[in-house]
């Protein structure tokens, strides 16, 4: 469990989309109240990621984590199924091989 504020100025915006410069970007998919978050890009050069399924700015309480193993691939796919209905605030963290930041923020309705 991670516990930490956001300052928003201070870190860079993780793509919801593909870039050209192969950075890591999330892709994000919604059935019901299922919530799926892919990592896609360039998985070698990221060390960690994780995510803040109920996000209530400025803190960032990831609850699902993924560590680049010694053997093997980083896992590229986080999944949560929400209890109810509503809308819903979700916070993605990625610190690639070097050590740097980014964050993505979105917000999803589920019906």
Do not use: K, M, N
């Not at 990592?39 to 990221?46: D, K």
């Not at 399924?53 to 929400?82: K, M, N, Q």
Request: proline letters at 7%; aromatic letters at 6%.
């Amino acid at each position: 469990f991670t516990v930490e504020q956001i300052d928003a100025a201070a870190i860079p915006e993780l793509a919801l989309v593909a870039s050209a410069d192969g950075v890591p970007w999330i892709e994000i998919a919604a059935l019901g109240r299922s919530v799926t978050i892919r990592l896609r890009g360039a998985p070698a050069a990221v060390l960690a990621w994780s995510v803040d399924w109920a996000f209530v700015p400025p803190i960032f309480a990831a609850t699902t984590h993924h560590l680049s193993p010694r053997r093997g691939a980083l896992a590229d796919v986080a999944e949560h199924c929400y209890d109810a209905a509503g809308p819903r605030s979700i916070a993605v963290q990625v610190v690639d091989t070097a050590g740097v930041v980014a964050r993505g923020i979105t917000s999803l309705d589920l019906p």
